[in-house]
């Protein structure tokens, strides 16, 4: 337990140490949609609690996306976190390698690696078509045995290694790969050709000649490149053939029909939160998206497992409510991440995701609120989106999400409901990057 510290946008200090929950709403965030009568899903969702909880709190809006970052996932959740990108970053693959339990080496070149739909020449869908991970692990195997296998032998070392991860999202390690080349993020791309989007070295002048000379063990730009696309040509024939996707042909479903690798790097070097905040003594993740688990491994967080957790709309909303209720007992800091809102929001589905957005508010943020406003022991409440992924565009926005803070005893602010509108006049203003981490830990 700390003591508060006063600060003149919290309202009153109480000299009470607190504990703290995140609950993130990934994608939630959205732009005025004409179907809506020019209101964003926010302003248009039945989602009581969350307005309540804006009522009886503060709120403010932060920048989650740090200047020349992508408005990723892994970029907003980690500067939530407090992190500082430009130290910290290498991407999504060395996240979801620490998430899948693989151990990076320091010559490994992790990178996401997505089980992708394509047709026409065009990216369809980011994630295979709904893959189930039970098929999608069949199909690593596949590749592994058939793509990776003799790749290795040519190479003389195992170059290269598929791992599964979740659904349609895995991992792909090179070893002695270069971090510096050019991917496209699948769901950026949606309903466009692919073939413009394949892997590039980057175009600077550290991957020239100067990365090879500082990075005398791996690849060079190039040679990642060239090898990352031969990968997904190859992946292509390949899987055309496998059962799965011969009988989802048959059946006019989409098929499972290509990996897509993008956002690479090398093992990351982070802080625990509780090196960086000692008001945390311990705390835990909880999470169905690798990504999430990832950054939660490097923060120092306990990773929880919440059975039926799915990372679709038709996740264990009470399952990860009662995890995180459950975890508030014994920690100090728990952050809970729904990613639901983001698949819906790359799906183009309107109703879908204004659905996730209520079965947030209903079945996860009310059971919290319900059952820690009764202890006597104090916790503050933070809900937040990571980044905007607007339906109509269904690609992920860095704008300015909204958020609001909530304990027992704060003095309101005049915000009446959460929403991207109505949080632009809290009392927060619009706070930056890890400032807003610095404002919660002094609650």
Same mark, same amino acid.
């Given at each position: 337990?700390?003591?508060?510290?006063?600060?003149?946008?919290?309202?009153?200090?109480?000299?009470?140490?607190?504990?703290?929950?995140?609950?993130?709403?990934?994608?939630?965030?959205?732009?005025?949609?004409?179907?809506?009568?020019?209101?964003?899903?926010?302003? #248009?969702?039945?989602?009581?609690?969350?307005?309540?909880?804006?009522?009886?709190?503060?709120?403010?809006?932060? %920048?989650?996306?740090?200047?020349?970052?992508?408005?990723?996932?892994?970029?907003?959740?980690?500067?939530?976190?407090?992190?500082?990108?430009?130290?910290?970053?290498?991407?999504?693959?060395?996240?979801?390698?620490?998430?899948?339990? #693989?151990?990076?080496?320091?010559? $490994?070149? *992790?990178?996401?690696?997505?089980?992708?739909?394509?047709?026409?020449?065009?990216?369809?869908?980011?994630?295979?078509?709904?893959?189930?991970?039970?098929?999608?692990? %069949?199909?690593?195997?596949?590749?592994?045995?058939?793509?990776?296998?003799?790749?290795?032998?040519?190479?003389?070392?195992?170059?290269?290694?598929?791992?599964?991860?979740?659904?349609?999202?895995?991992?792909?390690?090179?070893?002695?790969?270069?971090?510096?080349?050019?991917?496209?993020?699948?769901?950026?791309?949606?309903?466009?050709?692919?073939?413009?989007?394949? %892997?590039?070295?980057?175009?600077?002048?550290?991957?020239?000649?100067?990365?090879? *000379?500082?990075?005398?063990?791996?690849?060079?730009?190039?040679?990642?490149?060239?090898?990352?696309?031969?990968?997904?040509?190859?992946?292509?024939?390949?899987? *055309?053939?496998?059962?799965?996707?011969?009988?989802? *042909?048959?059946?006019?479903?989409?098929?499972?029909?290509?990996?897509?690798?993008?956002?690479?790097?090398?093992?990351?070097?982070?802080?625990?939160?509780?090196?960086?905040?000692?008001?945390?003594?311990?705390?835990?993740?909880?999470?169905?998206?690798?990504?999430?688990?990832?950054?939660?491994?490097?923060?120092?967080?306990?990773?929880?497992?919440?059975?039926?957790?799915?990372?679709?709309?038709?996740?264990?909303?009470?399952?990860?409510?009662?995890?995180?209720?459950?975890?508030?007992?014994? $920690?100090?800091?728990?952050?809970?991440?729904?990613?639901?809102?983001?698949?819906?929001?790359?799906?183009?589905?309107?109703?879908?995701?204004?659905?996730?957005?209520?079965?947030?508010?209903?079945?996860?943020?009310?059971?919290?609120?319900?059952?820690?406003?009764?202890?006597?022991?104090?916790?503050?409440?933070?809900?937040?989106?990571?980044?905007?992924?607007?339906?109509?565009?269904?690609?992920?926005?860095?704008?300015?999400?909204?958020?609001?803070?909530?304990?027992?005893?704060?003095?309101? $602010?005049? %915000?009446?409901?959460?929403?991207?509108?109505?949080?632009?006049?809290?009392?927060?203003?619009?706070?930056?990057?890890?400032?807003?981490?610095?404002?919660?830990?002094?609650?």
């Amino acid at each position: 337990m700390t003591k508060e510290i006063n600060h003149p946008s919290l309202g009153e200090g109480k000299g009470v140490g607190h504990k703290h929950i995140i609950i993130l709403g990934d994608g939630m965030a959205d732009l005025p949609v004409e179907r809506l009568g020019g209101k964003t899903l926010l302003q #248009y969702a039945h989602k009581p609690m969350m307005d309540q909880l804006a009522r009886e709190g503060r709120c403010g809006r932060l %920048v989650t996306v740090p200047e020349g970052f992508p408005p990723g996932s892994e970029v907003a959740n980690t500067a939530i976190l407090g992190y500082d990108l430009n130290k910290v970053y290498e991407g999504r693959g060395p996240l979801e390698a620490a998430s899948i339990g #693989y151990e990076m080496k320091e010559d $490994d070149f *992790a990178i996401r690696c997505n089980i992708i739909t394509l047709a026409d020449g065009k990216i369809i869908t980011h994630n295979g078509g709904n893959l189930e991970t039970q098929d999608a692990d %069949v199909l690593i195997r596949y590749l592994n045995e058939t793509l990776a296998a003799p790749i290795n032998q040519r190479e003389g070392c195992e170059r290269v290694k598929f791992i599964t991860g979740i659904q349609y999202r895995h991992l792909l390690v090179i070893k002695g790969g270069s971090k510096h080349i050019v991917c496209a993020p699948p769901h950026d791309h949606p309903n466009e050709e692919w073939r413009p989007l394949l %892997v590039k070295p980057a175009d600077s002048q550290l991957c020239s000649g100067a990365a090879a *000379a500082n990075e005398p063990s791996r690849l060079t730009p190039q040679q990642t490149a060239d090898l990352l696309n031969e990968l997904i040509l190859k992946s292509q024939e390949l899987l *055309a053939k496998h059962p799965y996707n011969v009988a989802k *042909a048959a059946k006019g479903e989409r098929q499972a029909n290509s990996i897509w690798p993008w956002s690479g790097g090398y093992r990351p070097s982070m802080l625990t939160l509780q090196q960086q905040y000692p008001q945390i003594k311990s705390g835990t993740v909880i999470s169905a998206v690798d990504l999430i688990r990832g950054i939660g491994h490097y923060a120092g967080l306990k990773i929880v497992e919440v059975e039926g957790a799915t990372g679709l709309a038709d996740t264990n909303y009470e399952g990860k409510a009662q995890a995180a209720i459950d975890a508030l007992r014994h $920690d100090d800091f728990v952050f809970v991440h729904v990613e639901a809102s983001d698949e819906a929001g790359h799906d183009g589905d309107l109703e879908l995701k204004l659905k996730t957005i209520e079965y947030l508010d209903q079945r996860l943020i009310a059971p919290i609120y319900k059952e820690v406003e009764t202890w006597p022991e104090p916790v503050c409440i933070a809900v937040l989106p990571d980044h905007l992924t607007p339906v109509e565009q269904r690609i992920h926005v860095g704008q300015p999400v909204p958020f609001l803070i909530w304990y027992r005893g704060i003095e309101p $602010d005049d %915000v009446q409901q959460y929403d991207e509108v109505s949080c632009i006049n809290g009392s927060y203003g619009l706070l930056k990057l890890n400032e807003f981490m610095t404002n919660l830990m002094k609650i």
